[in-house]
Each structure stands twice: as structure tokens, then as C-alpha cells.
């Protein structure tokens, strides 16, 4: 088998594309709140690596409320701490699977306001929680390769949600790690896991009455290298770096 640094070498002769991975090229899940949850992963099909750049990351959460069907004002209140940030849109309602506006948001109160029509309709708010959640961006061999898995980026989203993203945009650093911490062969998943005590929702799949809105202001964007073509000896080089971690 090849050395670790070959393989380095070889990936680094291999043409490669700079993409980034966005929220519509995984597989997405809703969160389990307490639990640790893959809530998206990506499914490999040219080995990539990940480059040492800004990601951005925003995660929202998802309630279902329903109008009073009298055409007045009312308050909603939220079960989560909610979040302005400058990352993303703060608030995304739907009425009836249709975008609305709310009337007032209430940061501080945790809630808001919205004038619904003469009947009677299914709202859906997303919003940025406040509170702390552990997310993981974790490479992951497939079981027929016997399953092993790493982390590349950890974070709270306190500090993902609080900092202004487009000024100080948190990073995936390799620098204390091993030569091919960021290469994730063919067949191999990028998975993104949450755990804490808000459960976090791409959709409303989740909700009882669920009609097909989307979390428009959820985000995720992560650089890679793509390569053009596959690298028979990569997956195994990346476990046994994995397993057995070699400095240089």
C-alpha cells in the first residue's frame, strides 16, 4: 500500500475543483432534542477535501401554531429563545404553506404577534434558537469498509448564531492535525450532527400538520476540493490515518 505521503502527493498532482457544499446537496433530518442527531449528510462520489476557509453555518428551529379564525391579532409564544443575527434572515412564518410576514417579532418576550384571516390556518415560524447546541461536520466510512468516523469541525451555536459571520467567519483548521485529516475518499459521508436541547428542522416534516414549507433561512455552505477522478488506495490510506495518526 502506498504511503501516507504518496497518497498526499497524488491528491495534490489530481486536478480538483474549489465547490462548496450547500444545504441542497445532503440528505436532511429533522433533530431530536437531548439527543445526538445526524440531521444531514452528503454522500461522497469523487474523493473531495475540505479547504481551510470560512464556513457558514445557520440552524433554525421550527414551531406550528394555528390562527384563531376571527381575523384578530394575536400572540404567539415561542418555546425557544429567539435570535436576531446578521447571518441570515431572523424569522421565517408560513400561513397555510404560504410565506407571511408577522405583524412584531419580540426577541426579548420570545414571541410574536400575527393578524391570520377568517378561518382558521396552520402557521409555521422559523427562527434561530439561542439556545446552545453542539454541531459536528464528521467524515464517515461506509460500514462495508468498516465503519470509522472523524470529526473536522466542532462548534456551539452560540458562537456560530452571535458572531456576525460575514466579518468573522469561523473556520476549518487542519494546521495541529494529520496530512490527510481533510480527504474524504468515494463512498464515504459528510455528516453533520446536532446535539442539545433544541431540535433543529430544515422542513416541517416534523410537525403534526405539515405543509411542505422549508426553512428558507437555514444555512450551510462548507469549501471543498473536488477531484476529478477516483484514488484506489484513499479510503484505506485515510482510515488507517484515522486509526494509527502519523504526524507530517
Not at 497518497?7 to 433533530?31: C, H, I, W, Y
Not at 404553506?97 to 422559523?126: C, I, K, M, W
Amino acid at each position: 500500500m502506498p504511503t501516507t505521503k504518496e497518497v498526499r502527493k497524488a491528491l495534490e498532482d489530481m486536478p480538483a475543483k474549489e465547490q462548496r457544499l450547500k444545504r441542497q446537496n445532503f440528505d436532511l433530518s429533522t433533530g431530536v432534542a437531548g439527543a445526538r442527531t445526524k440531521i444531514a449528510s452528503y454522500h461522497v462520489e469523487t474523493p473531495l477535501a475540505f479547504r481551510e476557509e470560512s464556513v457558514r453555518l445557520v440552524f433554525t428551529t421550527v414551531e406550528q401554531f394555528q390562527t384563531p379564525g376571527d381575523g384578530s391579532q394575536t400572540t404567539y409564544d415561542l418555546a425557544h429563545d429567539a435570535l436576531p443575527t446578521n447571518n441570515t434572515t431572523d424569522f421565517v412564518l408560513y400561513e397555510g404553506g404560504s410565506r407571511a410576514e408577522a405583524d412584531t417579532v419580540d426577541y426579548a418576550g420570545n414571541s410574536f404577534t400575527y393578524t391570520g384571516p377568517g378561518s382558521q390556518e396552520y402557521l409555521h415560524a422559523y427562527y434561530v434558537p439561542r439556545d446552545p447546541v453542539e454541531v459536528e461536520i464528521v467524515k464517515t466510512a461506509p460500514k462495508s469498509q468498516g465503519r470509522v468516523e472523524e470529526t473536522v469541525f466542532d462548534a456551539t451555536t452560540s458562537m456560530l448564531h452571535e458572531r456576525n459571520q460575514h466579518k468573522e467567519p469561523p473556520e476549518i483548521d487542519f494546521t495541529a492535525g494529520n496530512p490527510l485529516d481533510p480527504m474524504v475518499p468515494r463512498k464515504w459521508t459528510i455528516d453533520i450532527y446536532a446535539e442539545g436541547s433544541v431540535p433543529f428542522a430544515w422542513d416541517d416534516s416534523g410537525e403534526a400538520n405539515g405543509q411542505n414549507t422549508v426553512a428558507t433561512n437555514a444555512v450551510v455552505s462548507i469549501p471543498i476540493n473536488r477531484a476529478t477522478q477516483d484514488l484506489p488506495d484513499l479510503s484505506q490510506a485515510v482510515k488507517t490515518d484515522i486509526i494509527a495518526p502519523k504526524q507530517g
